[in-house]
């Protein structure tokens, strides 16, 4: 996609650090807009001026607005949207909803987040919960048909799904995946910390039923705060998390609870108010911005880093699937990848590690650009990497 010159011109004087450093850690952090510091920053006055309690029903009005950009983010409604820590907290929370009982079965992907695995191994471990794992396809990512094999199992509970691995590029089938648990009947959970601000989402055609979010990746908010989403279909059958607070019910009598309307329910009394703001001006900023316009730039530039890295002797680029983002990994034979990333980042340019996704655990780099950033900041990055990889 061809996006004006001044438009990008604008996405980066609205991001001062594009002036010193070449960021391309995007599936990290990303660089926020000078808007989310400053929301952010003038609440924390204002709770110096007048006091926490005071400053966060000042703010009641902004508070609610949070609310209604991040569900036109995904195609939902306020009232399915829970404001919590981050995706891991938002993934463990949904999961926290199933009492699952010895022999109970949730189906899986060998590419899932690595924390979310260790919460089914716990709960295998904790709880007898079985664990099964859908078969890649071919070319990459998850096929729906093994997913319907193993989930058409007669006890099978939940079906959980990272949109997009962490070590890799990779964009797994969610929409289909969906497709599969709606026919079975069976509850959705997908994780979309990567796919949040990069890749456009409706809930509705992903069909999910629960939705985690983490603001300080390409949704380019800060870090720390994230969000739930929640279906109402899963509301209007009175699910909760185990951990269910005085902010998401209330006592009735001396032996009962009311839960809260909505999926705030799985919300935590206790609020970071200023990054709830940060990351309401993150969803509007993006929302401005495009996510169709901005998520397809980003994805081109991830594209040009695999392209250009390929071309290069001693250079291994592993991503690999019929969908590609704008994540790159790739290893150099003969370097240590984390000395290549410090090396990088004294150069001005910020990488990250992460593994290979082959299941071998090789340390690779993670090249994640966004759209405010060049072609030629990545060339000049490609060529730094050229340049290491021959010393």
Same mark, same amino acid.
């Given at each position: 996609m061809t996006v004006p010159a001044g438009l990008v011109e604008r996405w980066r004087w609205d991001t001062p650090a594009c002036a010193s450093r070449i960021h391309l850690n995007n599936a990290g952090a990303a660089l926020p807009p000078q808007s989310v510091v400053d929301? #952010?920053?003038g609440h924390l006055l204002r709770e110096a001026e007048i006091g926490g309690y005071e400053a966060a029903e000042e703010?009641?009005?902004?508070?609610?607005?949070?609310?209604?950009?991040?569900?036109?983010?995904?195609?939902?409604? =306020?009232? *399915?949207?829970?404001?919590?820590?981050?995706?891991?907290?938002?993934? =463990?929370?949904?999961?926290s909803a199933f009492d699952f009982q010895p022999g109970d079965v949730l189906v899986t992907t060998r590419n899932d987040y690595t924390s979310n695995w260790i919460m089914y191994l716990a709960l295998r471990?904790? +709880?007898?919960?079985?664990?099964?794992?859908?078969?890649?396809?071919? *070319?990459g990512g998850a096929d729906p048909e093994s997913v319907r094999e193993l989930a058409a199992h007669p006890r099978c509970r939940l079906v959980a799904v990272s949109w997009v691995p962490t070590n890799s590029g990779l964009v797994q089938p969610v929409p289909e995946i969906g497709e599969v648990c709606r026919e079975l009947s069976v509850p959705y959970l997908v994780d979309a910390c990567q796919a949040i601000g990069q890749?456009?989402?409706d809930v509705a055609r992903v069909g999910c039923d629960f939705l985690a979010v983490t603001a300080r990746k390409f949704l380019r908010g800060p870090r720390g705060i994230g969000f739930l989403y929640v279906s109402e279909k899963k509301l209007a059958e009175g699910i909760y998390p185990l951990g269910v607070d #005085?902010?998401?019910?209330? +006592?009735?009598?001396?032996?009962?609870?009311?839960l809260a309307d909505g999926a705030r329910r799985f919300e935590n009394w206790e609020f970071p108010y200023a990054l709830v703001l940060g990351m309401g001006e993150a969803a509007r900023y993006a929302l401005d911005a495009g996510i169709e316009r901005t998520g397809e730039r980003a994805r081109e530039l991830g594209a040009s880093v695999r392209e250009k890295l390929s071309t290069i002797?001693?250079?291994?680029?592993?991503? +690999?699937?019929?969908?590609?983002c704008a994540i790159a990994t790739a290893s150099v034979a003969g370097?240590?990848?984390?000395?290549? #990333?410090?090396?990088? +980042?004294?150069?001005?340019?910020?990488?990250?590690?992460s593994s290979s996704e082959d299941g071998s655990q090789t340390p690779v780099l993670r090249i994640s650009p966004h759209y405010y950033n060049t072609s030629e900041e990545i060339d000049a990055?490609?060529?730094?990497?050229? *340049?290491?990889s021959r010393g």
């Open positions: 929301v #952010m920053a703010a009641e009005g902004r508070l609610a607005e949070v609310y209604e950009h991040l569900a036109r983010l995904i195609g939902a409604s =306020s009232r *399915e949207i829970a404001v919590v820590e981050n995706a891991t907290v938002a993934f =463990s929370l949904a999961l471990d904790r +709880r007898g919960l079985e664990v099964l794992t859908a078969e890649d396809l071919p *070319e890749i456009p989402i #005085m902010r998401g019910a209330h +006592r009735v009598g001396t032996d009962g609870f009311k002797p001693g250079i291994q680029v592993w991503d +690999r699937g019929p969908r590609l370097k240590d990848a984390t000395d290549l #990333m410090h090396r990088l +980042r004294k150069a001005g340019i910020n990488v990250s590690v990055a490609v060529a730094a990497i050229e *340049e290491l």
